[in-house]
């Protein structure tokens, strides 16, 4: 089992950009498929970026090109960077782990460890 924490969300402009840090520990990131989920106020948690075990990333159609999705085997951390952010974009972040093999699934519950959250919210 791995412990995530995540980090770096607040408030900001649309076009503005935010760093997302999730911090691991217990086991390294990089044993696992890696993913970014946001959920809404009154919507489902929806798949945002993943990364897999080799580095390959995925991303959601409403944010490639926007944000990118990284890992730092060194600190343990997996990062989601996000440029251009625009008031749709505005939920609670969360990371989590997908122990399974293969590419990072799309969907919430493939993903057996998640962190707490950190809210994002752009300003229009």
């Known amino acids: 089992q791995v412990q995530l924490v995540e980090s770096g969300g607040g408030l900001v402009q649309t076009g503005g950009s935010l760093r997302l840090s999730c911090a691991a520990s217990?086991?390294?990131?990089?044993?696992?498929?890696m993913g970014w989920f946001r959920q809404g106020p009154g919507l489902e948690r929806e798949f945002v970026a993943g990364l897999s075990r080799s580095g390959s990333t995925y991303y959601d159609d409403s944010v490639n090109g926007r944000f990118t999705i990284s890992r730092d085997n060194a600190k343990n951390t997996v990062y989601l960077q996000m440029n251009s952010l625009k008031p749709e974009d505005t939920a609670v972040y969360h990371c989590?782990?997908?122990?399974?093999?293969?590419?990072?699934?799309?969907?919430?519950?493939?993903?057996?460890?998640w962190g707490q959250g950190t809210q994002v919210t752009v300003s229009s």
């Open positions: 217990g086991r390294t990131v990089s044993a696992y498929n």
């Open positions: 989590a782990a997908d122990r399974r093999m293969g590419v990072p699934g799309s969907r919430p519950n493939y993903y057996a460890d």
